[in-house]
């Protein structure tokens, strides 16, 4: 898919400039989306959707809560890492881009959010509580999760920014492990 500028709003963006940065004609894009609407949804449930497989799997495979969370920091920097581009646009849809992607986002991140309630679900300290309160939990940590994307977006990328990435990284796997040793002291009412 061609890059716009990381600064360019999505919605300032035209059919025929996409066409044009991908090298295709604008009938051509029209076989894979209805319209620049579309492109967004896909490449905001593309940021979302192996993120949240990933996660999945470092959540069935350590079943101790610590290695959880620290294998997700884990996959969570990598990952965005790696795709910086999609996060950097997906940060910007979400506090000022058009209605439909912002709805398309939070979705994703109640989806995120489901998924997660339903795992520690299975963890047996948690197995007595209320889906409200796992919801609730599992809001927390998500949420945790999205300010680290958000820190992670504002390093430099390449060496210089290795070292204060990594110090992300420690203070969100600590500010998790934070919240999961209030699970033991919760009372829901």
Known sequence: MARVESGESFDALSLRG?????????????????????LGLVLVERSFETLRAMLRQARE?????????????EILVSYVREHRQQFAFVARIR???NGL??????????LFAAELATDLARFPVLRD??????????DLLVNTMIATIEELLEVPPGEAGAQV????????ERQLRLIVLGVPAWRSR
Do not use: C, K, N
């Not at 295709?24 to 609407?37: I, L, S, W």
């Not at 495979?61 to 920091?73: G, L, T």
């Open 95 to 97: 506090s000022t881009g």
């Open 165 to 172: 990435e990594a110090a992300i990284a420690r203070r969100a």
């Open 61 to 73: 495979q350590a079943r101790e809560p610590r290695r959880v969370i620290a294998r997700s920091v």
């Open 129 to 138: 509580w209320s889906t409200e309160d796992l919801q609730m939990l599992s």
């Open 18 to 38: 996409v066409a044009r940065a991908a090298g295709v004609v604008p009938t051509a894009f029209y076989r894979y989306f209805d319209g620049m609407d579309d």
């Open 101 to 110: 992607l912002r709805h398309a986002i939070r979705s994703e991140i109640r």
